[in-house]
């Protein structure tokens, strides 16, 4: 495994880690939809100066087959996101994010063919139970339907990533990457400017995040997450996933001083747990 490949998922995982702080923050003063349209059009403007530049080259190929992929992502992960990170904490939303690299192994069995055994489902379920530990400790209707977007959001990314263990070896990951910018930009632009929301007013808070979100996590930590499908093992995308979830929580505890409650610490460890084990016997399972 090359070093790139390690360098490639730390630089994701902080970056992911810290997208919920900073689309906390924006979401203080704008309206999700306006964030999602700012955000993509600065990744877009980003891509097209490295394009101009020839930093990248996107050449001719049947980029319409990716439309279930930015289909899932960019546009229904980050409705479900943006709507659910501004109805609960960074932290948690961190925490349910975890989620996702066991959605992705019960997906890869119905829609991949990949083969599971009891073991398997029982870590799944060990998983699942942690997400009910954290969902479950504030039932406050606003607090409960930003939990159920962010479920939503780990749904549409779970398809996602496994769609793109396919797509990937068609495209590579600057043309994966300037395709989901390109829809992301065209859709929520798109739709802010019809709601009447496109104001380029901003203050401080607001331009960073926005500076943050487009760039990097958006257009960067993409590009990054496509050059590590396509170059790395499942199970090291997953331990790296792992790594996001603890730098969301612990950056929403020290930058915008929430609280995590014992329960939901005991709910991340299930689903850490769960995630560790899975991926450690999958490796013993590919080593014999």
């Not at 070093?3 to 704008?30: E, H, M, P, R």
């Not at 990949?114 to 039932?139: Q, S, T």
């Not at 400017?193 to 104001?199: L, Q, T, V």
């Not at 995040?209 to 090291?236: C, D, E, H, Q």
Request: without cysteine; glycine residues 6%.
């Amino acid at each position: 495994m090359h070093f790139t490949v390690v360098l490639a998922g730390i630089g994701v995982s902080l970056i992911f880690g810290l997208s919920f702080l900073f689309t906390k923050n924006a979401l203080d003063f704008i309206p999700p939809m306006t964030l999602l349209s700012y955000r993509f059009l600065v990744a877009f403007i980003f891509f097209a100066i490295l394009l101009a530049f020839r930093v990248i080259r996107i050449e001719r190929k049947p980029y319409w087959k990716l439309w279930k992929l930015v289909l899932f992502q960019p546009i229904l992960y980050f409705i479900f996101e943006a709507y659910g990170v501004q109805r609960i904490k960074s932290a948690e939303a961190g925490m349910i994010i975890a989620l996702i690299p066991i959605v992705v192994n019960v997906l890869a069995v119905f829609i991949l063919k990949e083969k599971a055994d009891f073991l398997h489902y029982l870590l799944v379920v060990l998983g699942f139970v942690g997400v009910i530990f954290i969902v479950g400790v504030d039932l406050s209707l606003d607090n409960i339907l930003g939990k159920i977007l962010m479920l939503l959001a780990v749904l549409s990314a779970g398809f996602y990533t496994v769609l793109s263990r396919k797509l990937i070896r068609q495209f590579t990951a600057e043309q994966i990457t300037f395709f989901m910018m390109l829809t992301g930009f065209l859709f929520f632009a798109t739709i802010t400017i019809a709601r009447g929301e496109m104001n380029f007013f901003f203050n401080l808070q607001t331009l960073i995040s926005v500076l943050y979100l487009g760039i990097l996590s958006s257009a960067v930590a993409f590009f990054l997450l496509n050059y590590m499908v396509k170059r790395a093992s499942p199970t090291l995308t997953t331990l790296f996933s792992n790594f996001t979830t603890v730098v969301s929580v612990v950056a929403g505890v020290i930058f915008r001083d929430e609280t995590v409650k014992v329960q939901q610490v005991v709910g991340m460890a299930f689903i850490l747990v769960s995630l560790l084990l899975a991926t450690l016997r999958k490796k013993k399972v590919s080593n014999n």
